[in-house]
């Protein structure tokens, strides 16, 4: 098509504002006729409101769906995969099979939450069961660890009792505390033991300006290929990726009761945050709907300008002024380091059962897809 991409963003980042430059495109207001928009999470709002947003068309995109929140809010997403896994359990699908102790075999990826109030006895029932764990306490709708705080007794949060084609980015990273953790109920209050958010790590005494407390996900995979192994190593990833994969279904328009709306004119670039215990088991934590673009070190930058770069490929193929009428499979050479995970044709052909033989490494015919398990060539189809 002809002529050049009018973007527009209020996202002030230079990770974005370099790569939309580097394709040529042209800066125009909001006001103006525009092609792109990269926009906060608030501005969305307003794009899609019933009183106040408009009619894309289809030489528009946006970088987020209308309800995204369904999977970026903690309670909404925790919310999602429960209805998700009843769904299954209804129907019967083997994806919900438990074991003896009653925890589900595939889709226990997420710790034991609750919200409060709504839930305040609930939790109560189960805290006494375990009277000397620790929780977590997070705001449904903050980020960059604010308001979050740990709790090893009831009192601390009586207050609360009263009524009131699904693709990964290899170049992630890894954050870590500058301070070793310990359980131990001494440290309950010290956030430079207990979470790694640079906005929090950053004041610390220790914390180190080159690395920023960060690793890249090869470089965990390389320490702990060395360290516990590499097919446990590989486990972990998979497991990692299983995760992603089952908390969209969660929310996809193909579910049994979708509640993300699938709107043509949008795309997501999520964040995953995933904690791994000391078993290397993945537990999701929170899907963030805007991913911090900000750069605290060197690496950090070319990280995420590379991302940016990628996912613009992506969204907007051959750099041309998009057309929602497009196919919009990308072909292999623009896919850069994202890595498809999950293919909705070839999965479809099959259901559930295919997916769980994947995850065993079973060969599953000539139209898998790959994956590498102990230095095997296995066939999957759900990635």
């Not at 960059?144 to 709790?151: A, D, H, T, V």
């Not at 500058?178 to 001494?186: E, F, G, Q, R």
């Not at 613009?312 to 499979?329: M, Q, T």
Request: with cysteine.
């Amino acid at each position: 098509m002809a002529g050049k991409v009018k973007w527009v963003t209020d996202i002030e980042k230079s990770v974005l504002i370099n790569n939309f430059e580097k394709r040529g495109w042209v800066q125009v207001t909001e006001n103006e006729d525009w092609n792109f928009y990269w926009m906060s999470v608030q501005t969305i709002r307003n794009v899609f409101s019933v009183e106040t947003g408009y009619r894309l068309s289809d030489d528009q995109i946006v970088n987020h769906f209308p309800n995204h929140y369904e999977l970026t809010r903690k309670d909404l997403m925790v919310k999602n995969i429960k209805r998700y896994r009843k769904e299954l359990e209804k129907e019967g699908s083997p994806l919900a099979e438990k074991d003896e102790n009653g925890k589900y075999l595939y889709l226990d990826f997420v710790p034991v939450t609750y919200m409060l109030p709504a839930d305040y006895n609930l939790f109560v029932e189960e805290f006494r069961k375990s009277p000397s764990s620790t929780w977590i306490m997070k705001p449904c709708g903050k980020a960059q660890g604010k308001g979050i705080f740990l709790i090893n007794k009831l009192s601390q949060i009586k207050k609360w009792s009263r009524d009131s084609k699904t693709s990964s980015y290899k170049l992630g990273f890894c954050r870590f505390c500058t301070v070793k953790y310990t359980p131990s109920t001494s440290e309950l209050d010290n956030m430079f033991v207990h979470l790694t958010n640079v906005a929090i790590q950053k004041h610390g005494e220790d914390y180190n300006h080159i690395h920023g407390g960060k690793w890249t996900v090869s470089n965990l995979r390389l320490y702990l290929e060395s360290t516990r192994g590499r097919e446990v190593t590989s486990k972990l990833f998979d497991e990692i990726h299983w995760i992603i994969v089952q908390s969209l279904k969660a929310v996809a328009p193909l579910s049994l009761q979708p509640v993300m709306n699938n709107d043509k004119h949008c795309f997501e670039c999520y964040g995953y945050d995933i904690i791994i215990d000391d078993k290397l088991k993945p537990w999701l934590i929170e899907v963030n709907a805007s991913p911090s673009l900000t750069s605290s070190t060197a690496n950090d930058r070319i990280l995420k300008y590379n991302l940016i770069n990628d996912t613009l490929n992506i969204a907007v193929p051959n750099g041309e002024i998009p057309d929602c009428k497009w196919n919009k499979s990308p072909p292999k050479e623009v896919l850069g380091n994202y890595e498809i995970l999950y293919d909705e044709e070839l999965a479809q052909g099959d259901g559930a059962d295919r997916e769980l033989r994947s995850r065993s490494g079973q060969s599953l015919g000539p139209k898998a897809g790959r994956s590498r398990d102990s230095g095997r060539t296995v066939l999957t189809t759900w990635k």
